[in-house]
């Protein structure tokens, strides 16, 4: 197996590993376009698991956060980057471990597009992860939103482009992100309690945060109309379809969607 392959099945493998909703999106993706996407999502899926770890405190994970940020600003260093998670390197996951690796499976033509949405995405994380994610209203939590999810999307919207051409609007990108991530938080919202963060602006419940998830959605759902058929649509319908079903299951007092419900939505999705 050639270096090239053994990177592609192990990009596949930690992506199945690490993502229920974007794994088979991806899957479906056409090639190229599948690796760019693959490689993106592991980039940042790597730095969020820094924000998101539980056995890192504030000060570490903001330091780590700036220094990867750095990095991805210039042309990146494999030694540099191993030798700033040498401390941590026994409790990171290791889609984070293999940053290097994601970024060499990128395509050359669209990495650039790729390490500096990473970089702005890690600076803002370690912003927050200094500010204790104390988010005070509803402007901290487009911001905090924008920097953990609405990245996505503008990266997103630059891949279609660099792919074939497809021309999308960015703030609706930006909104597609912040619709799928506030799902996110309302899911997680009691686990997140738990461990002492929050994400609800003060004087929030559950009212106010479901009607700003409906809202992005809603915006979401309009972004996806400037893209014509193929596995690019699917890609973006796929895990707008699980967002919206998830909210409804949540609405309804469920923890989430079950296993079922999840394959006959994307069944759906897919044959439409």
């Not at 794994?23 to 790597?46: D, K, N, T």
């Not at 799928?180 to 963060?197: A, F, K, M, P, W």
């Not at 109309?225 to 319908?237: A, M, R, T």
Request: hydrophobic fraction near 40%.
């Amino acid at each position: 197996m050639s270096e090239i392959n053994h990177l592609q099945k192990d990009a596949i493998d930690v992506l199945k590993e690490t993502s229920r909703t974007f794994f088979i999106p991806i899957s479906q993706l056409a090639p190229g376009v599948q690796e760019a996407v693959a490689s993106a999502y592991l980039c940042m899926r790597a730095i969020d698991e820094i924000e998101d770890h539980s056995e890192l405190d504030q000060a570490a994970k903001s330091s780590l956060l700036y220094s990867i940020s750095d990095m991805l600003t210039n042309p990146f260093n494999k030694g540099k980057f191993e030798s700033a998670i040498a401390p941590y390197q026994s409790v990171l996951p290791e889609v984070t471990v293999r940053l290097s690796d994601w970024i060499d499976f990128c395509p050359a033509t669209i990495v650039e597009n790729v390490l500096s949405a990473t970089s702005t995405m890690a600076k803002g994380m370690a912003e927050w992860a200094m500010k204790g994610w104390k988010v005070k209203d509803e402007e901290d939590l487009d911001q905090y939103t924008f920097y953990v999810a609405g990245l996505v999307g503008v990266m997103l919207s630059d891949i279609w482009k660099w792919h074939d051409g497809t021309e999308t609007d960015k703030h609706l990108a930006i909104a597609y992100g912040r619709g799928l991530q506030s799902v996110n938080i309302l899911r997680n919202h009691t686990e997140d309690g738990e461990r002492g963060v929050n994400f609800f602006p003060e004087g929030w419940g559950l009212e106010e945060m479901f009607a700003y998830a409906r809202r992005n959605l809603a915006l979401a759902d309009v972004y996806i109309e400037d893209i014509k058929e193929g596995s690019i649509l699917n890609f973006c319908k796929i895990p707008l379809a699980l967002a919206h079903g998830t909210l409804d299951a949540l609405e309804k007092g469920k923890e989430k969607m079950s296993r079922a419900e999840v394959n006959e939505m994307v069944s759906e999705v897919v044959s439409k």
